[in-house]
């Protein structure tokens, strides 16, 4: 089992900057992907950036120019650094994780997800 914790979220004037960061602890194996997406009221979650464990980043085009995602491999930690924020950045973001896992001998692959965190911009 693996899990998820998220921290620094909160509220922020627009133009603002918040980091979030998801720290993942448990049977890990290796971490594929590790990244952030979120949901605003009404809407479906969307992609927001993730990190592939080749340092491929993938960035959804609202935020490009604005977030930047890292990793710290030795932490099992993702970060997103959000500037520039808008109000329409404004929802819970979820870190998720792509985690390979090693039961006996053998391999396994599964997909977890954080608690989420509130991001609000507002004035």
């Known amino acids: 089992q693996v899990q998820l914790v998220e921290s620094g979220g909160g509220l922020v004037q627009p133009g603002g900057s918040l980091r979030l960061s998801c720290a993942a602890s448990?049977?890990?194996?290796?971490?594929?992907?590790m990244g952030w997406y979120r949901q605003a009221p009404g809407k479906e979650r969307e992609l927001v950036a993730v990190?592939?464990?080749?340092?491929?980043?993938i960035y959804a085009d609202s935020v490009k120019g604005r977030f930047t995602i890292s990793r710290d491999n030795s932490k099992n930690t993702v970060y997103l650094q959000m500037n520039s924020l808008k109000p329409e950045d404004t929802a819970v973001y979820y870190c998720?994780?792509?985690?390979?896992?090693?039961?006996?001998?053998?391999?396994?692959?599964?997909?977890?997800w954080g608690q989420g965190t509130q991001v609000t911009v507002s004035s």
């Open positions: 448990g049977n890990i194996f290796r971490i594929n992907v």
């Open positions: 990190a592939k464990s080749d340092s491929t980043t």
């Open positions: 998720n994780a792509d985690v390979t896992y090693q039961s006996g001998l053998y391999h396994y692959t599964h997909d977890y």
